[in-house]
């Protein structure tokens, strides 16, 4: 088992930044892909990022070169710094570990909203 706790979320104005954070219970980032998910009102849940055990990072092109996971394998933790927010950026976004399809796991969730 793996439990994922999500903090960082909150309320920004639009061009703000957040950090995201995501702590693991144990060590897995060797053995598990780490991505953010998020989910706006009445959408689905869609991916923002992942970051695979060799370090190797993807985004959603709604993202790209405004936010960036990254992780710190002493801490157990991974981060999303979102910079240059938008309003359509707001959703709950979620943490997941992920290692194939029988290993799959969420964290509960943080809220982010960007409003003026």
């Known amino acids: 088992q793996v439990q994922l706790v999500e903090s960082g979320g909150g309320l920004v104005q639009p061009g703000g930044s957040l950090r995201l954070s995501c702590a693991a219970s144990?060590?897995?980032?060797?053995?598990?892909?780490m991505g953010w998910y998020r989910q706006a009102p009445g959408k689905e849940r869609e991916l923002v990022a992942t970051?695979?055990?060799?370090?190797?990072?993807n985004y959603a092109d709604s993202v790209k070169d405004r936010f960036t996971i990254s992780r710190d394998n002493a801490k157990n933790t991974v981060y999303l710094r979102m910079n240059s927010l938008k309003p359509e950026d707001t959703a709950v976004y979620y943490c997941?570990?992920?290692?194939?399809?029988?290993?799959?796991?969420w964290g509960q969730g943080t809220q982010v909203t960007v409003s003026s």
């Open positions: 144990r060590s897995i980032f060797s053995v598990y892909v």
């Open positions: 970051i695979t055990t060799s370090g190797s990072t």
């Open positions: 997941n570990a992920q290692n194939g399809p029988r290993y799959v796991y």
